[in-house]
């Protein structure tokens, strides 16, 4: 099955710097690659998402790059606020196949946005 | 729409006795999925029904564990005998059918605690 790792687990950066968070799957057949936003104590919600058939994503101040080849893709936060400060999770999927769509989930990156 | 609904919200019980949450999907999405969210294991998929057929239980931990899901626009997922390891938020959600959206949208989630 797939196996979704991610990097790093914890990232502190100062308001106004940029955010980095990297993951990489396992499973080549993979095909959507979804970014969930947890703030605490509350759902995760999707953020911004890409498909294979891309290469790069942008809305705003976030932005989520594929390596198809590497199988790897990461999400930047330019411009970080206080209220980016999140558990951000990546997840990948094998949207085609049919039976809905399963996500396997990295393991989660604490951002926090320093004043 | 007022979005995936979970209850109880909050659950306090002891090590023994029977849980059971709930859960009502996004009127229209036809798939839906059990996760389980703890600090050690993070975010884990437990089961997911599409069409209300159970597709993936693989993540179930044990037999202690069953899921179903009779109509479209309810779930539950029960716990019989709980135990203290058992305690976890647990968050279902849903998306829509394949062709719409591969969003998958999170309830508020159920704090479970065992005793």
């Known amino acids: 099955g797939e196996n979704v790792e991610q990097h790093p687990s914890t990232l502190s950066v100062q308001e106004g710097d940029s955010a980095v968070i990297k993951c990489t799957y396992s499973d080549s057949a993979s095909n959507y690659f979804p970014w969930y936003k947890q703030e605490l104590g509350k759902r995760p919600q999707l953020i911004i998402d890409?498909?294979?058939?891309?290469g790069e994503k942008k809305d705003q101040r976030i932005a989520v790059t594929l390596n198809k080849t590497a199988k790897h893709f990461s999400l930047h936060i330019t411009e970080t606020q206080p209220e980016d400060s999140a558990v951000y999770f990546c997840a990948a999927s094998n949207a085609l196949t049919g039976g809905g769509n399963k996500l396997t989930f990295g393991t989660g990156t604490q951002l926090k946005v320093e004043l | 729409d007022a979005g995936v609904i979970q209850s109880p919200r909050h659950e306090v019980t002891e090590m023994g006795q029977e849980v059971t949450l709930r859960c009502k999907p996004i009127s229209g999405h036809n798939s839906l999925f059990w996760y389980r969210q703890t600090m050690m294991r993070g975010l884990e998929l437990l089961i997911y029904f599409n069409n209300n057929v159970p597709i993936d239980d693989s993540g179930m931990p044990e037999d202690r564990f069953s899921a179903k899901m009779p109509n479209a626009s309810f779930s539950t997922l029960k716990i019989q005998p709980s135990e203290p390891r058992d305690s976890a938020v647990y968050f279902c959600a849903s998306s829509p059918p394949a062709g719409f959206s591969h969003e998958q949208y999170f309830g508020p989630g159920t704090r479970l605690t065992v005793t």
């Open positions: 890409i498909r294979s058939n891309v």
